[in-house]
Every structure is written in structure tokens, then in C-alpha cells.
């Protein structure tokens, strides 16, 4: 009896330190939940329920920056010469890369055709010559000769005279010579082709014999967007790299401007002047350009992303007496950080730094200061 007496007490015991136990664990459980329930409650509701809003100061500054085009080199002169008329090219004393000067042959070709018809047209000439100074001579004694056969007669010779200035003019054709100085850069033809005008003739290529182009001086046109195309500067230098040269930097003046925009592209060609002398720039070559980008007066700016756009608006955010304005933008020039903007703003407002439609007019907002990086 004594033996199961104590081994129930025993029982007894662990039973009742189970249950103190269980109770004890399920209290801290509920006291836990209880606090992590209580802090994100807190987490979720500010303390005051006025949205808080970084604010920055609209700037005043006059733009005097560059920004990086693309360009494309261009000759200064260039022109594809081609035959006046049908013949066979007899000498031709130019090849790719060749240089020459104004003036010089470059070219002589053979018609045979077109001497035999100048032979003719100059016998024509001799007899009917001779023809009105017989009627001349004859014309002296009254009656012999009909005034009207002497005029037909001196009117024939000029007709003759005529035809042999045109036959000799044509000849003249045959032999083609530089118009400008300059560089050969293609060459389409060897002696013994048959060549002629384009597309006509029975030439089997509407190809030009040669292209000539003046490279000492070239022509960098520069296709400029149309938000910059309002402060162009001429004569101004504008320094441009190109990828054959590394490192080193080129220069040119803006010469000519187009004035009009290309509706496609949004752009608006604009040449400038380089002296290439040296002959180490080439035609076709897309160079680096930093344009420059300047205005007349101090205009205003923001931070890029305090710009609000949507599909019926675009503004910034004032915020004036802690209260919330859209105030209605339009944006010029954009550099890295900031853009420009012109609309209803004063250097010295406050703007969001970040704005969003979803702070309404009206809104009372808290400022805060754009924390300095």
C-alpha cells in the first residue's frame, strides 16, 4: 500500500507541473502576439496623418552647357562627272585617290561619228560660202538677181556657220576637265568603254566615269534637335571628335543653318566650316560633336523628376502655405539631373522633388528640406 500511495503522489505531481507548465507558455504566447499586433499598428498610422513632402527651391541660371551629337563629315565641293556625249573613252589620266587641280584633264574621249559630221558641216559651209558671194557679185548689176535669193543665200551661210560653232562645241565635250581641285575618290571606266550621257547613248551603266571632291575643306553637318535649335551662334567654334583618332580634338564654325525642321527626324541640319588642310580628316566619317547649349537670359530649373507628365498635363508640384498647387510646365533643355521649365514659377518657390498625381490641389502636406548628399 505504501508503495502505490507514493507512486500516485509522484503522478500527482508531474501532472500538476504539466499543466503549470502549458498555461505559462500559452501567457507568454498571447502577451508576444499582443506587442508585434501593437507595433505594426503603430507603423501603419503616423503619429500626426499629414503626408510629409521633400521639397526643393526653383533655380534661376543661365544655361551654358554641351551636350554630345552625332555628325557626319561631308566634302565641300562634290560632283560625279559624266560624258556630254557618246564615245568611246580613249585616255583617262586619273585613279582613285588621285589629286588635281582645276582646269587639268581628266579625260579624252573618241567620236568618229560626230568629226565626220563637223567635216560636212564645214564643206557645207565653204560652197554655200561661195554660192552668196557670186549672188553678191552678180547682184551688182540691177535685175540680174532677185533680192530675195541674195537674203535666202546670206541666210543659209549663217545657218552653216551655226551648225559647225555646235558640231565643234560637242568635240569640245570630248575631253572632260576638273572643275574644282579636289580628290578623285571613284573611278567606274578603262580605256575602250563605250560611254555616253545618262541613259542614253546604248551605255550599259547610268555610272559616272568619276567623282571629284574638294577635301581641304569640309562640311560637318550636324542634325540639331529641335528643343536646342533656338540659340544657334554663327560663327561660333564647336569641337567634335571622331573614332580614327583618339584623343584628339578637332574644331569648326557654324556656317550655315537650314531654318527648318525636318518633320521627321525633329531636327534641323546645321553645317559647319573644317579646314582639313591636312588632310586627315575624310569625307564620311561620323564624328563626336559637343554642341553647345546656351541661353540668351537666365531661365528656370528643376529637378527632373519633379516633372509630372500625364496624358493632359504636364506641371510641377508647388507647395505654398503648406498646401499643395499643380502649377502647369513646359519643359526645354534636360541635362543630367535637371530640366528646364517655363510656366507660372518664381526662383525661390518650393517644388516636390518627386512629383506624382497622386498629391491633389488642396492638399496640406509637411516640408521637409531635400536632404544634402
Request: hydrophobic share 40%; charged share 20%; no cysteine.
Amino acid at each position: 500500500m505504501k508503495l502505490w500511495f507514493i507512486v500516485g503522489g509522484f503522478l500527482a505531481m508531474v501532472m500538476v507541473t504539466g499543466l503549470v507548465l502549458f498555461f505559462a507558455q500559452r501567457d507568454v504566447g498571447t502577451m508576444e502576439k499582443g506587442t508585434v499586433s501593437h507595433h505594426v499598428s503603430a507603423a501603419a498610422v503616423p503619429s500626426h496623418g499629414i503626408p510629409q513632402v521633400t521639397v526643393v527651391s526653383v533655380e534661376e541660371r543661365q544655361p551654358h552647357e554641351t551636350i554630345r551629337l552625332p555628325g557626319e563629315l561631308l566634302p565641300y565641293l562634290s560632283v560625279d562627272l559624266y560624258p556630254k556625249v557618246t564615245g568611246i573613252l580613249q585616255w583617262i589620266g586619273v585613279d582613285r585617290g588621285s589629286t588635281v587641280k582645276r582646269g587639268q584633264v581628266l579625260v579624252r574621249l573618241i567620236a568618229p561619228e560626230l568629226s565626220a559630221q563637223r567635216a560636212e558641216a564645214e564643206a557645207k559651209l565653204r560652197a554655200d560660202h561661195i554660192t552668196y558671194e557670186r549672188l553678191t557679185t552678180a547682184a551688182a548689176t540691177p535685175g540680174v538677181i532677185a533680192p530675195n535669193d541674195l537674203e535666202i543665200a546670206k541666210r543659209t551661210v549663217e545657218a552653216d556657220r551655226a551648225r559647225v560653232r555646235s558640231l565643234k562645241e560637242l568635240e569640245s565635250y570630248l575631253t572632260i576637265t576638273a572643275p574644282f581641285a579636289g580628290v578623285i575618290t571613284t573611278r567606274n571606266v578603262h580605256p575602250g568603254a563605250l560611254v555616253g550621257p545618262t541613259g542614253g547613248g546604248g551605255v550599259a551603266t547610268n555610272a559616272p566615269l568619276i567623282r571629284l571632291e574638294q577635301t581641304d575643306h569640309l562640311r560637318l553637318m550636324v542634325p540639331v534637335p529641335e528643343a536646342y535649335a533656338g540659340e544657334i551662334v554663327l560663327g561660333q567654334q564647336v569641337a567634335f571628335t571622331v573614332p580614327a583618332f583618339p584623343g584628339q580634338t578637332f574644331h569648326g564654325a557654324i556656317t550655315r543653318v537650314a531654318h527648318s525642321i525636318d518633320v521627321k527626324t525633329r531636327t534641323m541640319p546645321v553645317e559647319l566650316d573644317v579646314d582639313n588642310t591636312s588632310s586627315q580628316l575624310t569625307s564620311g566619317m561620323f564624328p563626336h560633336v559637343d554642341w553647345p547649349v546656351r541661353r540668351s537670359k537666365p531661365t528656370l530649373f528643376v529637378p527632373t523628376k519633379a516633372v509630372v507628365t500625364t496624358t493632359e498635363l504636364t506641371f510641377v508640384i508647388r507647395i505654398r502655405n503648406n498646401t499643395v498647387e499643380w502649377v502647369k510646365v513646359q519643359k526645354g533643355h534636360a541635362f543630367t539631373d535637371t530640366v528646364e521649365v517655363f510656366g507660372d514659377l518664381q526662383p525661390g518657390d518650393e517644388v516636390a522633388a518627386r512629383g506624382t498625381d497622386e498629391l491633389r490641389p488642396g492638399t496640406t502636406v509637411a516640408m521637409m528640406p531635400l536632404p544634402h548628399p
